[in-house]
């Protein structure tokens, strides 16, 4: 598999937010350009590749049992809601050039007017949930390469983060610039211990609330199964829901015969891919451990090649409930037929 190189074009003013937009974001888009909007938009377009020590900090603060009972679900206030959209062929190929009349918008099952269209890689802040667990033994070397690879598809802008993680989800670097003092950093892991990816993700989540960039996305490697995680799938799932954060990961999975027994580690690989599709983002399975620097560099594309459709919704009512989206297509006349990864919802507003 081969990275996708990226397609250059015209790109509409830069317009830095992911999911939601409140009414005080509302200023900012009367201030952009009208070339923000997308009125004329080239044909759509497939493109054709695609000191060292760690910094320690435990899961802690909020129990499970605190989250699951916490009243503070994240509600937001709604004037436009946006919508980071990826689409892709059916060779897993990035289509870029599409524009607005090729995009349908539902939220609830009713149809929203599209009101706000942009496509232009803008900085983001992006957390690697690194698995450094005994089961990654013989997988940790690539796996490393597989996150430099990462690194390198960065724009001056962003910012990382990195947590490992084995029993233990670890802080190993805070957010920085600097690709090089995450690569020492990374150099420093080893495998060992058992697996906690649920506390990991939570870790992640919860240092997110400090990133400098609207736009925000988490990177997981692992092999999957979770087997020493205090927080359940439940609450990582609830947590996702809540957070304006995309989830990608790519799994480096045992073949069926050869995951543990026990029930979390062999639903690892439909774990990670429900809580990244929750999120538009999804899973890339690794079938060889060589394919992992260059998936790595796909995500890094495709975070980078992104539509963000902007609609207010018609259902102005506070009560606080999920509402969910969903994305259609009006494909251009001879395209095959393409795929769509968007979030699936967001809760609204409470009185």
Same mark, same amino acid.
């Given at each position: 598999? @081969?990275?996708?190189?990226?397609?250059?074009?015209?790109?509409?003013?830069k317009?830095p937010?992911?999911?939601?937009?409140?009414?005080s974001f509302?200023?900012?888009?009367?201030?952009?350009?009208?070339?923000?909007?997308?009125? #004329?938009?080239p044909?759509a377009?497939?493109s054709?590749?695609?000191?060292?020590?760690p910094?320690?900090?435990?899961?802690k603060?909020?129990?499970? #049992?605190?989250?699951?009972?916490?009243?503070q679900?994240?509600?937001?206030?709604?004037?436009?809601a946006?919508?980071?959209?990826v689409?892709?062929?059916?060779?897993?190929?990035?289509?870029?050039?599409? /524009?607005t009349?090729?995009?349908?918008?539902?939220?609830?099952?009713?149809?929203?007017?599209?009101?706000?269209?942009?496509?232009? /890689?803008?900085?983001?802040?992006?957390?690697?949930?690194?698995? @450094?667990?005994?089961s990654?033994?013989? !997988?940790?070397?690539?796996a490393?390469?597989?996150?430099l690879?990462?690194?390198?598809?960065?724009?001056?802008?962003?910012?990382?983060f990195?947590?490992?993680?084995?029993?233990?989800?670890?802080?190993?670097?805070s957010?920085?610039?600097s690709?090089?003092?995450l690569?020492?950093?990374?150099?420093?892991?080893?495998?060992?211990?058992?697996? #906690?990816?649920?506390?990991a993700i939570?870790?992640?989540?919860?240092?997110?609330?400090?990133?400098?960039?609207?736009?925000?996305?988490?990177?997981?490697?692992s /092999?999957?199964?979770?087997?020493?995680?205090r %927080?359940q799938e439940?609450?990582?799932k609830?947590?996702?829901?809540?957070?304006?954060?995309?989830? %990608?990961?790519? +799994? $480096?999975?045992?073949?069926?015969? %050869?995951?543990g027994?026990?029930?979390?580690?062999?639903? +690892?690989?439909?774990?990670?891919?429900?809580?990244?599709e929750?999120?538009?983002?999804r899973?890339?399975?690794?079938?060889?451990?060589?394919?992992?620097?260059? $998936?790595?560099?796909?995500i +890094?594309?495709?975070?980078?090649?992104q539509y963000?459709?902007?609609?207010?919704?018609?259902? !102005?009512?506070r009560?606080?409930?999920?509402?969910?989206?969903?994305?259609?297509?009006? #494909?251009?006349? +001879?395209?095959?037929?393409?795929?769509? %990864?968007? !979030?699936?919802?967001?809760y609204? *507003? *409470?009185?």
């Open positions: 598999m @081969c990275p996708e190189e990226t397609v250059k074009r015209e790109a509409p003013s317009f937010f992911s999911l939601l937009a409140t009414s509302f200023v900012y888009l009367a201030l952009l350009s009208p070339s923000w909007l997308a009125s #004329a938009q044909a377009r497939t054709d590749k695609q000191d060292g020590r910094i320690s900090q435990e899961v603060g909020i129990s499970p #049992a605190a989250l699951r009972n916490s009243p679900v994240l509600r937001v206030d709604v004037e436009l946006l919508v980071n959209v689409v892709t062929d059916p060779y897993n190929r990035l289509v870029t050039g599409l /524009d009349d090729n995009f349908r918008v539902f939220e609830d099952n009713v149809e929203q007017e599209i009101t706000a269209f942009a496509s232009e /890689d803008v900085p983001i802040s992006i957390g690697v949930i690194f698995d @450094c667990s005994g990654m033994s013989n !997988k940790l070397g690539k490393r390469e597989a996150a690879e990462f690194f390198k598809t960065a724009n001056p802008e962003d910012e990382f990195l947590v490992s993680f084995n029993e233990r989800a670890e802080l190993t670097s957010f920085t610039n690709v090089e003092d690569q020492s950093r990374l150099m420093l892991t080893s495998s060992k211990g058992r697996t #906690a990816l649920l506390d939570y870790l992640g989540l919860s240092q997110m609330r400090g990133a400098h960039n609207a736009k925000r996305a988490l990177l997981i490697l /092999d999957g199964g979770d087997n020493h995680s %927080y439940s609450d990582i609830r947590l996702v829901k809540e957070a304006d954060t995309q989830l %990608y990961a790519i +799994g $480096i999975f045992d073949p069926f015969e %050869y995951r027994r026990t029930f979390e580690e062999l639903n +690892g690989p439909s774990l990670l891919s429900e809580i990244t929750m999120t538009g983002g899973v890339f399975a690794a079938s060889n451990l060589n394919e992992l620097p260059d $998936i790595a560099a796909k +890094g594309l495709e975070l980078r090649n963000i459709l902007g609609y207010r919704p018609s259902n !102005k009512t009560d606080g409930r999920w509402r969910k989206i969903k994305i259609k297509l009006r #494909a251009p006349r +001879g395209l095959p037929p393409l795929s769509v %990864y968007s !979030k699936t919802g967001y609204a *507003a *409470a009185h």
